[in-house]
């Protein structure tokens, strides 16, 4: 079943058009990468679905219903998850109050549950709890970052650049947690935008193309790039032509 549908989406800041009918849909299941070069439109896309970029046209379906309307609060509380690309923690506050912030509107008694399920798939920030955020590695950053949206257990999880600027093995924790926490809390679907195709190539089930806007490219076979993924990168020139 397809559980989210954006179809046709066009957005701009000011006058500047950043996504022209731009399409994406995603099934229950599914792990899709989202590429493109810089400045393609993906922290943009992924904006749209989380209703923190309104849209001027088309069409944003979540699990049957027209979200268009939706605020960025319903929207998350009707389990959208979303990770974004920066400051994506409260440097000033410890590892505690972080994870907090990010299961804000829980109950009390689910918000401590949450906390121990998210505790147990990232084990080493059990020990940094009363450490304040701006004080961790970058993975460590990234860890929390990553929590603090599963603190809501989202249906389906958006990460904008989880591993940005981290060392290889700092990046494939990351991705390894993230496929721990999908079996963990039972999320339905990820979409993910990364840079790094060799490690996120293996993770993923369908991976999409997006150059100037547009979708360029879709394939439900992303393994076959993995020797190659340099075909994948061909289409980021298609905007050249
Ligand atoms: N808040 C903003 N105001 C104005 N322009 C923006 C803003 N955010 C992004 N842009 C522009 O929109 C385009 C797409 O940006 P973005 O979605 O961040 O791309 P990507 O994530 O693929 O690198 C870029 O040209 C960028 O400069
Ligand atoms: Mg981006």
Not at 22 to 42: H, M, W, Y
Not at 165 to 171: D, E, V
Request: proline share 3%.
């Amino acid at each position: 079943m397809e559980m989210l549908n954006v179809t046709n989406i066009t957005a701009s800041y000011g006058r500047k058009q950043v996504l022209f009918d731009t399409s994406l849909s995603i099934k229950d299941g599914e792990r899709v990468l989202l590429i493109g070069p810089n400045g393609a439109g993906k922290s943009t896309l992924l904006k749209v679905i989380a209703g923190l970029v309104t849209h001027t046209g088309g069409n944003i379906e979540y699990s049957g219903h027209d979200i268009s309307s939706w605020t960025t609060h319903r929207r998350i509380t009707s389990g959208i998850g979303y990770l974004l690309q920066t400051e994506n923690i409260v440097p000033g506050l410890t590892v505690n109050e972080n994870l907090r912030l990010g299961g804000y509107s829980l109950k009390p008694e689910i918000l401590r549950t949450r906390l121990d399920e998210v505790l147990e798939i990232f084990g080493f920030l059990k020990e940094k709890l009363q450490n304040r955020a701006g004080l961790l590695s970058g993975g460590e950053r990234q860890a929390l970052a990553i929590s603090m949206v599963l603190m809501k257990r989202p249906s389906l999880l958006l990460l904008d650049e989880p591993s940005a600027g981290l060392s290889p093995k700092a990046a494939s924790d990351v991705l390894e947690h993230v496929k721990i926490a999908q079996d963990v809390m039972g999320i339905r679907a990820v979409c993910m935008v990364e840079h790094n195709l060799k490690l996120s190539l293996q993770w993923a089930s369908k991976v999409i193309v997006l150059v100037g806007g547009r979708t360029v490219h879709v394939s439900d076979t992303p393994e076959k790039y993995l020797v190659h993924p340099q075909e994948l990168e061909k289409f980021f020139f298609g905007e050249l032509r």
